[in-house]
């Protein structure tokens, strides 16, 4: 048999020869109008047309993937190949030459006008795909929504903005203190109420949250329930106010003026605040907007396009009036979640480390074909309520490397790190504290002071004097901890933390340790039925039927929770090598439960081993690899051959060839200094190693972002990869472990574990057309972290949906409340374009974007910013003088493209979405539910009632969870110029999710989403590496985490 053409690539397999037959079924239709206008891609309509071939009569015979015999058809590409084994799959999978069907409307080169988002009420496309219709098999779920009953809206409902300020005399108005002037010893200022006192101290403006919530309470309550009990409200107690009557007039022409010691302010403040009222609007809901609120998904699908004037208005109106409420009773944390207090004075479940978590309830309006209530559990680590002494020490406790080394009793004993930590902690937390007879006093942590109390100088009106003196003679207070710390409070008061007590109901904002994350997952993973039994529970809690707020505005909720139908995907069928001939194939269909083990008969290899890059052809393909041992914790010598020994030979027995552990042992590095790491690589590199097996002491950022750092970053031109393990691991040696070790190693030396089978890939007419897969993600530091936001995009080169090759930045954080978008994508997405062409030899017809990490207030930002800047990367590409001639395959398209055109394939943009509460229940568990918890299939996916009525969108679940109830994924359409079908997409996501390569089972999103979350967290431990300098200078953080291009061509999956 001949060898099909490859074009020295390494591309894609031949057939058998050439090939001899075009399939039928070429179609033609009418060309798409392009716009005229670059800057903002306007203009032009779609040109009309139709199809006159039929799809689905796929040509045969051709393909770049031949079927060529048994082994006898070679790769395409320089070296040839063996049999079916495939390198880089082919667009259209069985054949031998691109059937003509793929020159009808999918495969046209030409770009939407974007004006149908270009809406204020909804900057996405409206809804333009119906349900899906392809299924295994359909099946009865309970979701946790409950159904708005007919909504018997007021007419009209007013709507007022509220606006807090200080007072005019209050702004201008300075306190004088009795103790304390000028600045103390250290040139610290002082504190008031009881410590020792500052002066100049200016008053807070605007007023916390906390207090914001207590003046409009008051002022509104004051206002409106003054001489009609029966009038509410409803109020997200910052911004807005929606009323079902007007306003008395002149207290919004006036403002109106209120006293702190009005509404129970604990500080004894005496500013006044003034309060400014103002009309926004008055919002009709009569007729049109009442009409479709009740029948949304009618309305729609009937063929509405244009959404009614306030409907947007009105899904916040209703999402106010059911929380206004609940934040009076309960805790609000962030905007959908509410806590009461444990029952029968518990503190809450222990999280270790000074937190405890509280279990709450979220609650959430959606406009779905009806509008729903979403009601879900919720739960947060609160700050236990205790003294301040006892919270420190169980802080320190839960910390391996501060336990029993600081002593908050002894301010000495308080290195730099623990100072960090424990303020940290308490920064912002409210504190109590009691002075001889006088009231509890309460102040917020802004400081804790370096010197202990009986060291802390500063001058009082008797002459210099330290805190432990001063609360002796002054409040008659002996410290029992003279030595102890002190905490410096709103900036006025510096008090012993001794006497200081930390007040209850406080959320902790920061990141949970890996213990109390553990902890948190042990109290809220629970099965299904435990979960729905909390739901209903929570339906108790919230009592609509008794909501004053929801009565005021014609609101009713059903009290059972809405079912619906979900119908359930087939699987893709993958591809293993075959043990019993290196040169075959076999194919391996997933069960129902998303999880296969490709080791259980002894019958499976990796489709594709890694094997020793060029320099290294004369170890016979050996693997060569090194070993660098971190000596913070002893591992011996034994427990890590033993350990290489069983990788070695699971690796043998799949296939890969790695050098014998003897061989392996000599090439052993131990590393006691993280300066000491750049050489031992480099020594490695020397022997001509390939990887090394770096044995961590710990899993902490102590090490392992060093590691990354100094083999990815630092060695350069000289690439060497690291595959990390932690001691115990090591000492445990599961047989499970280490095979999860070696998914990882072989991906990362350039094989591949399993692909795609062919014949499920025809589900996918998306497929049917080179096309370019991205995903792209981008992290956000904390709100006080020195660190930047970090920006990840993967993209798969080639047909295999493989290899993503993944590209990073650092960019600044964006202003609150602003959509995260991703800058120079224009780029990022020509340099894919590129770099696709020089793998397959063919340019994109599609591309098609997973984009995490944007909520739903951020998809007309984002979609109007990066859209923009994707369709901009496509032109830059094609600006290239020799773009058109670089596409050397593009003629078994059958098509050539004038330049004069412009290089515009078609672009599909999809939002992929993990932080949302919907859950899904199956009705007969014991039928259709998987795994121990009898969670819905993989596969099950919901299209209709609970989704958007107006825009595109679905939720997927396509993993089986390994403890509690398994979150489906949304994901929402935000551009599609291909006009796919629902299903194609559908299919799609779902195959995506089975292509994750680190474990053997599906995964909760695909695969290019995931990737470019492996690479956000790998570019975080790069900057995690870098000094305060560089990381004060976004440029300079780009350049200094920048991998050349040796390692990035070298070993692209990196970063799994």
Not at 379 to 406: G, H, P, W
Request: hydrophobic letters at 35%; proline letters at 5%.
């Amino acid at each position: 048999m001949n060898r099909g053409r490859g074009d020295n690539r390494d591309m894609y397999q031949g057939g058998s020869g050439q090939g001899t037959s075009r399939g039928g079924g070429g179609g033609s239709s009418g060309e798409r109008g392009r716009g005229t206008g670059f800057g903002n891609y306007r203009g032009g309509n779609r040109g009309g047309g139709s199809t006159d071939g039929d799809r689905s009569e796929r040509g045969r015979g051709g393909g770049f993937r031949g079927y060529g015999g048994d082994r006898s058809g070679g790769r395409g590409g320089g070296r040839g190949g063996r049999g079916q084994v495939v390198t880089d799959r082919p667009f259209n999978v069985p054949g031998k030459v691109m059937p003509d069907a793929i020159r009808g409307r999918n495969a046209q080169l030409g770009w939407v006008s974007m004006e149908a988002c270009d809406n204020e009420k909804n900057p996405l496309p409206p809804r333009s795909k119906g349900p899906g219709k392809e299924s295994l098999k359909v099946i009865s779920l309970t979701t946790n929504n409950l159904e708005l009953k007919k909504l018997n809206l007021p007419e009209p409902i007013y709507q007022y903005d509220v606006d807090i300020d200080l007072s005019d005399s209050d702004k201008v108005r300075k306190r004088r203190i009795e103790v304390g002037r000028g600045m103390t010893r250290g040139g610290r200022r002082g504190c008031g109420r009881g410590g020792i006192q500052s002066s100049d101290v200016r008053i807070k403006d605007p007023p916390n949250p906390k207090l914001w919530k207590r003046i409009v309470t008051s002022v509104l309550t004051k206002l409106i329930m003054a001489d009609n009990d029966d009038r509410h409200f409803g109020t997200d107690y910052m911004k807005a106010i929606y009323t079902t009557y007007p306003l008395c007039q002149k207290t919004v022409d006036e403002g109106y003026n209120i006293s702190l010691s009005e509404v129970e302010d604990e500080t004894g403040s005496s500013a006044v605040y003034h309060c400014r009222i103002t009309l926004v609007s008055k919002i009709h809901t009569a007729g049109e907007l009442q009409t479709c609120v009740n029948n949304l998904g009618e309305w729609f699908l009937l063929g509405n396009k244009e959404m009614p004037e306030d409907l947007v208005n009105l899904d916040r109106i209703l999402n106010i009036a059911v929380k206004t409420t609940l934040a009076q009773r309960y805790t609000p944390v962030g905007r959908v979640s509410f806590f009461p207090e444990p029952p029968n004075g518990n503190k809450g479940f222990d999280l270790g480390g000074g937190l405890v978590n509280w279990a709450g309830v979220s609650t959430i309006v959606t406009m779905g074909w009806k509008p729903y209530l979403n009601i879900d559990t919720a739960n947060t680590a609160f700050i236990k309520e205790q003294c301040v002494y006892t919270a420190m020490k169980e802080l320190f406790q839960a910390d391996r490397l501060l336990n029993s080394k600081v002593d908050p009793a002894d301010g000495s004993s308080f290195t730099k790190s623990a100072m960090e930590k424990a303020l940290k902690f308490l920064k912002g937390c409210q504190i109590s504290y009691k002075i001889c007879a006088k009231k509890v006093q309460t102040g917020r942590v802004t400081d804790i002071l370096t010197l202990p109390a009986r060291m802390h100088k500063f001058v009082s009106e008797t002459g210099e004097t330290n805190v432990e003196a001063y609360f002796r003679h002054y409040h008659h207070i002996t410290l029992k901890y003279p030595n102890g710390i002190c905490l410096k409070l709103g900036g006025k008061s510096i008090v012993p933390a001794e006497v200081c007590k930390i007040k209850k109901g406080q959320p902790m904002n920061g990141k949970l340790t890996e213990f109390q994350t553990t902890q948190m997952i042990t109290v809220t993973a629970v099965p299904p039925e435990n979960r729905i039994g909390q739901i209903r529970t929570n339906i108790t809690l919230i009592n609509t039927a008794s909501d004053p707020v929801l009565q005021q505005f014609g609101v009713t909720v059903e009290n059972k929770l809405h079912e619906t139908e979900a119908r359930v995907l087939a699987p893709p069928t993958l591809v293993y090598g075959a043990a019993d001939n290196p040169r075959a194939q076999k194919s391996l269909v997933p069960p129902p439960n998303g999880v296969w083990n490709m080791f259980e008969k002894n019958e499976l290899h990796f489709v594709k081993p890694a094997s020793a890059l060029v320099a290294f052809k004369e170890k016979g393909g050996l693997v060569k690899w090194g070993i660098m041992a971190i000596r913070k914790r002893v591992v011996d010598k034994e427990s890590i051959f033993n350990f290489i020994k069983k990788l070695w030979d699971i690796a043998k027995s799949v296939g890969l060839n790695l050098d014998h552990p003897n061989n392996v042992m000599e090439n052993y590095e131990e590393v006691r200094d993280r300066n000491e790491l750049v050489g031992a690589l480099n020594r490695l590199s020397n022997c001509g190693c390939e990887m090394a097996l770096c044995v961590l002491p710990y899993k902490d950022q102590e090490w392992y972002p060093y590691i990354k750092f100094a083999s990815e970053v630092t060695m350069g031109e000289r690439p060497i990869l690291t595959q990390c393990i932690v001691g115990k691991t090591i000492d445990r040696c599961q047989e499970a472990v280490v095979q999860n070790v070696l998914f990882k190693i072989n991906i990362k030396l350039g094989g591949f574990n399993y692909l795609m089978d062919g014949s499920p890939w025809e589900r996918i007419n998306i497929l049917n057309t080179p096309v370019l897969i991205i995903g792209a993600d981008v992290t956000h530091p904390g709100a006080d972290s020195k660190y930047p936001s970090l920006v990840a995009v993967t993209a798969s080169v080639d047909r295999t949906g493989v290899p993503f090759h993944m590209t990073i930045q650092a960019q600044r954080k964006a202003d609150k409340g602003a959509a995260e978008v991703i800058n120079g994508l224009d780029e990022i997405i020509r340099d894919f374009i590129l770099a696709f062409i020089n793998k397959t030899g063919f340019k994109p017809r599609k591309i098609i974007i997973f984009r995490d990490g944007v909520g739903d207030g951020q998809f007309g930002e984002v979609l109007n910013t990066e859209m923009l800047a994707i369709r901009r990367g496509c032109t830059l590409a094609g600006d290239i003088p020799n773009f058109w001639s670089m596409a050397k395959q593009d003629i078994l398209l059958g098509e050539v493209e004038s330049p004069k055109v412009g290089y515009q394939p078609k672009i599909t943009f999809v939002a992929v979405q993990k932080r949302h509460k919907v859950r899904f229940f199956c009705n007969n568990p014991s039928r259709d539910g998987v795994g121990t918890g009898l969670n819905a299939p993989p596969g099950t996916i919901v299209d209709v009632d609970i989704v958007k009525a107006y825009s595109t969108d679905y939720y997927l679940l396509s993993h089986m969870g390994i403890q509690g109830t398994s979150k489906p994924t949304r994901y929402q359409i935000l551009w599609d110029d291909s006009e796919f079908s629902s299903d194609d997409l559908q299919t799609l996501s779902y195959f995506l999710c089975f292509m994750y390569c680190r474990c053997t089972r599906s995964v909760s999103y695909p695969a290019p989403t995931y990737y470019a979350h492996l690479g956000a967290t790998r570019a975080k431990d790069y900057t995690l590496t870098l000094s305060d300098d560089v990381l004060s200078n976004i440029q300079e953080i780009n350049l200094s985490i920048q991998r050349s291009e040796v390692f990035k061509r070298t070993f692209p999956m990196h970063y799994v």
